[in-house]
């Protein structure tokens, strides 16, 4: 089982498994004895029989709509984003929705093309977790969340904007 | 001008820290090229042609005496001893090595400088016009709100991987545009309201490259404490909706046109509600604070020396062309603006070596409270020169090969670097835009011809922006071999119009004489007081085709 990152550069064992969209045809293969994360649009699809399990997450794909789940977000242990390729930046939009439109706040990941370089970025936009692509150095990720000390904008980090803290 | 505080000084070291331990993966082999490219793009270091090619970014063109100097050092020690000023107010290098670069950052950062996004599919240097803070017909001073979004953009955690690079331009003059921001992604016309509240028209979607269009209005006036969260609005639609499986239709221009306008100006608005009265909303003492920096100098009071200039103009020539042509008239009584025009013929156009970066150092301490700006047509502005010492700077200036008075006329070419230095290039620009400036040597004849915008790309992505020229010149390739295609009525001011493609392209030592034939018509067919744009508008592009395809 792969690690996963915490925020504050912390590793851990990973105890969910991300269950891949079916293929046409198939059913979603959700194992036994895991928690799973599952398409969100599928947990929609099978929402009665997935509410309320704390054993079942959903992860987004760079081009989902979050906003599809509304109402619903608090319900979810997890969240994750999967980010196809690193250089599709759509996940940092949906992060930011999810935790400041939709108020999200249980754990949000990100998975897939996680590279060391992104994490501050993902951080900042509200990922707490993060599964680092498998063949990069996960001891570099605590030096890598934090490169810059701060920041000019205001994100899910910081609701104040340098200009505001300057002023005060 | 901005001065850095202790936040931006922690932050640019962090910067350069940063690319340095990026550096050092990506040269022990940790990073894979493609995860590397991005990363270094957003520090501004492209691998070119010949060397890599370091941009560096120039916040709004303006630099001061002692970061031009830096410059020069640089140059000096890293590089073959020039740079160029780009069309996007920039500078660049075009011969560092790979390992020296971060300490090329390094001291940079030591002057208040960076390379930061000036490459890569985030958001760009932001420009404006070379004459804020000085013209007389300017709604307020563009640069602090530029300077509020170098801040905010710098960095922004949510916009660093965007489909496509992104540019934003402010103009504040109600008469001209001289920031050409009908054709950036975001442009901000600087308007007052019925109220006389402070607010921008913002146009979203133009651009060059293969697919040229001119931005549509997609609000008429917004509240200036609202420039960033609506910035973020626009940003945040183009992030999620924008087409990433195409790099030649993931500029928000296509976005905006396959929305339409309209409809995309409502995705903006629904977005923007949420996040309006956001923390990120201005406050009036933020825009205060930024202010602060962009007051005006010690300007000394002196009278207009109207009297004194007649007489010296009577006196030498060419210090009379260069008034006329180079020299505009400043807000403050007794005062000028001044633009150098970095196009001495047979010097690529922008090209300065590490001695002229110095002289203008010199010349900015001497004649301008030591400060300069970088013009998108590559020149260099002194915006406060007293006028009662314009003949002393103009005495200076010759001898230093930046005194050619033709500013704005046709050998004030616009030039991309093209084939000579540049890896994506079809065809040279550089020999075409010196041909043409040895043809048009005769600067009274150019006098004549009055305002003419000629611009030269050596390929598609129109660097050059030779969609805008009134006269523009592409270089394209046929077969492995370099030909010229040559487009009409382009304009990159209020009039913001895409210029028509004339017919089949050329070889390059036909350029001169075509050039010549177009001039020729405009000469036969013009009215009194018509400039050549007006006649081209008129006439239409049946005259020239007839005369240049003969
Ligand atoms: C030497 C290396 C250079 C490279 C590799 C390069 C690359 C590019 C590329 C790929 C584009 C794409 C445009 C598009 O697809 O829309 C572009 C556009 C542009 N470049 Fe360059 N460029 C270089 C130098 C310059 C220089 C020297 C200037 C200024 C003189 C410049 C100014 C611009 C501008 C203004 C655009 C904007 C066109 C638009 O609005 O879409 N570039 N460049
Ligand atoms: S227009 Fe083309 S050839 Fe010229 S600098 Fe831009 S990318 Fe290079």
Redesign the pocket.
């Known amino acids: 089982m792969p690690d996963v990152i915490s925020q504050d550069g912390s590793i851990r064992q990973d105890d969910w498994i991300v269950v891949p969209r079916p293929a046409e045809g198939e059913s979603l293969d959700i194992p036994e004895q895991s928690k799973a994360l599952i398409p969100a649009d599928l947990w929609l699809a099978g929402y009665e029989h997935f509410t309320g399990r704390d054993d079942i997450g959903v992860w987004f794909d760079s081009h989902d709509e979050p906003e599809m789940l509304a109402g619903k977000f608090q319900e979810l242990p997890v969240i994750a984003v999967n980010f196809p390729k690193f250089s599709d930046g759509r996940g940092y939009s949906i992060a930011r929705l999810l935790r400041e439109r939709f108020g999200y706040a249980n754990e949000l990941r990100a998975i897939g093309d996680v590279l060391l370089d992104q994490l501050q970025f993902m951080k900042r936009c509200g990922f707490d977790a993060y599964v680092l692509r498998a063949d990069k150095d996960i001891n570099k990720a605590a030096r890598c969340l934090n490169f810059f000390s701060q920041g000019y904008q205001a994100a899910t980090d910081t609701d104040l904007p340098l200009f505001r803290r300057r002023a005060s | 001008m901005y001065v850095y505080d202790e936040h931006d000084r922690q932050i640019a070291a962090e910067r350069v820290a940063q690319f340095r331990d990026q550096t050092e993966r990506a040269l022990a082999g940790e990073l894979a090229e493609e995860e590397f490219l991005p990363l270094r793009l957003q520090n501004g270091l492209?691998v070119?042609r010949l060397a890599p090619?370091l941009?560096i970014a120039v916040p709004y063109g303006m630099l001061r005496a002692d970061q031009l100097r830096r410059l020069a050092r640089i140059t000096r020690d890293y590089d073959k001893g020039y740079a160029?000023?780009?069309?996007?107010q920039?500078v660049?290098l075009?011969w560092p090595a790979l390992e020296d670069v971060p300490d090329i950052l390094a001291e940079l950062a030591e002057v208040e400088m960076h390379a930061n996004q000036t490459?890569g599919n985030c958001i760009r240097n932001t420009t404006t016009d070379q004459f804020s803070g000085v013209q007389s017909d300017e709604i307020a001073d563009p640069r602090p709100y530029c300077e509020i979004i170098r801040q905010w953009s710098t960095f922004h955690p949510e916009f660093a991987f965007l489909p496509?690079?992104f540019?934003v331009a402010v103009n504040a003059s109600e008469k001209t545009d001289r920031a050409a921001i009908q054709?950036?992604?975001i442009g901000l016309q600087m308007v007052r309201n019925d109220a006389g509240d402070l607010g921008f028209r913002v146009h979203v979607g133009?651009?060059?490259?293969?697919t040229?269009m001119v931005g549509p209005v997609i609000r008429d006036f917004l509240p200036e404490a609202d420039l960033l969260t609506y910035l973020e609005a626009v940003l945040r639609v183009y992030n999620r909706y924008g087409r990433r499986d195409n790099?030649?239709k993931a500029?928000i221009k296509i976005l905006v046109k396959a929305l339409t306008p309209e409809a995309f100006a409502e995705k903006v608005e629904a977005e923007w509600s949420h996040i309006k009265d956001s923390p990120s909303r201005l406050t009036r003492d933020a825009i205060d604070r930024i202010q602060a920096y962009f007051t005006e100098p010690d300007y000394q009071s002196v009278d207009n020396a109207t009297e004194l200039l007649a007489e010296q103009r009577f006196e030498h020539r060419g210090f009379d062309q260069w008034l006329s042509h180079n020299v505009d008239t400043h807000k403050k009584p007794g005062h000028a603006i001044v633009t150098l025009t970095m196009k001495e013929t047979g010097t690529p156009p922008?090209d300065v070596t590490d001695r002229q970066l110095e002289q203008i150092a010199d010349l900015a301490d001497e004649f301008s409270f030591g400060e300069v700006r970088v013009t998108?047509q590559?020149n260099v502005v002194l915006a406060d020169v007293r006028q009662d010492r314009l003949l002393e700077l103009w005495q200076a200036v010759v001898p230093m090969g930046f005194g050619t008075a033709n500013l704005n006329t046709l050998t004030d070419v616009?030039?991309?670097?093209g084939g000579d230095?540049?890896?994506?290039a079809n065809a040279k620009s550089i020999p075409v835009a010196e041909a043409i400036q040895r043809r048009f040597d005769d600067l009274d004849f150019l006098y004549d011809l009055g305002n003419i915008d000629l611009n030269i790309s050596g390929c598609?992505?129109?660097?050059?922006?030779h969609h805008v020229g009134n006269i523009g010149v592409l270089g394209v390739d046929k077969k492995g071999q370099e030909f010229y295609q040559i487009s009409l009525g382009g304009s990159s001011h209020h009039d913001a119009t895409i210029g028509k493609i004339l017919g089949p392209s050329f070889a390059r030592e036909d350029m001169p004489d075509v050039v010549a034939k177009i001039i020729d018509v405009y000469v036969d067919k013009r009215t009194e007081e018509e400039t050549f744009l007006d006649t081209y508008r008129r006439v239409g592009i049946d005259p020239f085709k007839e005369r240049v395809y003969a």
């Open positions: 492209y070119q090619m941009r160029h000023f780009t069309t996007r920039n660049q075009n490459s496509r690079k540019k054709v950036h992604d133009g651009g060059l490259g293969r040229p790099k030649f500029r922008g998108h590559q616009i030039c991309c670097p230095f540049c890896a994506l598609m992505n129109a660097c050059g922006h």
